[in-house]
């Protein structure tokens, strides 16, 4: 909201200095801003998960992940299933995407699933469905909209006015008069907003999405009844080295850590799409009493002396819930691979996209073929027995 | 016209509309419990036809086990036939199967052989996610439960929901006896 009125009174002012018309540079303005609009509506999730490389499964490529996203759709009562995505690439990750529930989808990095365990990725697809649940992928890619839109409009604008003074032609030097003064205060005033509309529009952008952040952590937390799962998964993710080269700015908001940081602060920062994960496990780990919004509200304002993340609406009427014990615990011999088992199963799927032909020796080794491998034949590297490769 | 007059058909209006959005928001809280315990539904069902080929597949390893298969089976039966006779009598009937079930996935762990059969594995995992499933749908529908619950007993909605006979919904426990007890820890 507050961007869209800086939108405004920055078109406003583009056409009061140039076409010397105050409606011209307004209209400018929101023509760009609805095609920009109409772009990330209604493509925006298939550009993300195309310049992400992202592959999706079905029930049979990967049991485990699917029947997680499957629970967690359930537990946060979401009337559609969402498609779910495996990123092929070693670092961690995860994000959501879709217009609205119904169009939406989850994607995970391959080095993020093979590193998590039940618990750990229960809790960020919670996370991530949370996301779907409110809303946040509409709210944040309008925003990012807006804010790409500012920018753009202010960079014209500032290159315009230079190569206006350059050029020496002064409207309001050749119009004199009385108007003169005045239109010299609405110069300098639509340069002063030129440079702050940006930053503005940037620091509110970011304060949005930390606040979705915390409240995903909070849906997550009350979806699972297990906080600690999510906890110990942004541990892991925060150990992560791998840098996620398919982000980029307009993107970071989606994802369950901020891609693009690399060195982790302490502090609050305010030009961060996600507040620090340090914070966000403190705040997960701290909810002793329950599972609840209003027990993540208390956790927060303990972690930030007292203030508050969510508004008291969301709070009020809400029955205590209780923390579940670890799932390995609750659910007797819950089957919980190993760390090469899981690693074995989410490369499975890739090599199986990839098009890779598997071709079973007697021996028991398991060849991978690739697609551009010419001959009809190929050598156990163990045993040396010829095999045929199959015709797909 | 006196202003008594204009005071009562808006204070008519104010009254209807009361009634109107009240009406609406009962009954839409009371489709969305429904809607949820047909999710519930969805996976008891599933969980009622996933158990027969586990069985089938584990009888062959597990030949010490036959009284846990026999009295598996037994549960199973008994909760479908208790599909349809009210929340109270299927919780009870579903949560026999749970504690049952849960004492053969316990037992699991003494047979390497029965591990490395993928076909029990992938078995296994349909299963547990199965009982999850469940699980989490409980809690969504017993949480859509108590808002009902609320808007039904609370004041003012509870006047209304007087006058057009809404009935408490019913929580769905699953008493599951090994849940209740101490986890046995061996080493």
Known sequence: MAMGGILVLIGYLIGVAFFSNAYAGLILALVIWFIMNLVA????????????????????????????????????????????YIIDTPAMNAFATGRNPKNASVAITAGLLQKLNRDELQ?????????????????????????????????????????GAILGGGRSRRSGGGGGQGQIII??????????????????????????????????????????????????LSQSTHKLE?????????????????????????????????ERIRILRS??????????????????????????????????????????????????????????????????????????????????????????????PHCGRINTIPHS | MAWYFYLIIVLAVVLVLFL?????????????????WAQIDVQLKRRHDLIPNLVETAKGYMTHERETFESITKARNLAQKAVGTGVGAQSKAEGELSSVLSKLLMVVENYPDLKANTNFLALQEELSSTENKIGFSRQFYNDSVMGYNNKIQMFPSNVIAGMFGFKTGEFFEIEVAAERAVPKVSF
């Open chain 1, 41 to 84: 509506y209604f493509a925006g999730d298939s550009i993300l998960l195309g310049i992400s490389k992202a592959k999706k499964i079905t029930h049979d490529d990967h049991p485990r992940l699917f029947n997680v996203v499957e629970e967690m759709k359930i537990a946060s009562g979401l009337e559609y299933m969402p498609s779910v």
């Open chain 1, 123 to 163: 809790g960020v697809i919670a996370h991530e469905m949370a996301h779907i649940k409110n809303r946040d992928v509409l709210l944040m890619s309008l925003c990012s909209v807006l804010l790409g839109t500012i920018v753009i409009l202010a960079w014209y604008a500032s290159r315009i006015m230079i190569y």
């Open chain 1, 187 to 236: 110069f300098i005033v639509a340069i002063a907003l030129m440079i702050i509309a940006p930053i503005l529009a940037y620091l509110i952008y970011f304060a949005i999405s930390r606040k979705r952040e915390y409240l995903a952590d909070a849906s997550a937390a009350q979806y699972t009844r297990y906080p600690e799962g999510l906890a110990s998964a942004l541990e892991k």
């Open chain 1, 246 to 278: 398919t982000a980029n700015n307009a993107t970071a908001s989606m994802f369950i850590i901020n891609p693009l940081k690399r060195s982790e602060r302490a502090a609050a920062d305010l030009s961060s799409t996600h507040p620090p994960i340090s």
């Open chain 1, 287 to 380: 909810m002793a009493g329950g599972a609840s919004f209003y027990d993540y509200n208390t956790a927060y304002s303990a972690v930030h002396s007292g203030k508050s993340v969510m508004g008291a609406a969301s709070l009020t009427g809400a029955a205590p819930v209780s923390i579940r014990g670890a799932s390995a615990a609750a659910v007797a011999a819950e089957p919980e691979p190993t760390r090469i088992e899981r690693a074995r199963e989410t490369s499975n799927v890739l090599w199986k996209y990839s098009k890779h032909k598997l071709v079973n020796c007697q021996c028991g080794t398991k060849l991978r073929v690739p697609p551009n491998y010419r001959h009809s034949n190929i050598k156990c």
């Open chain 2, 20 to 36: 109107l959005f009240t009406y609406n928001g009962l009954i839409r809280v009371r489709n969305q419990m429904k809607n949820a």
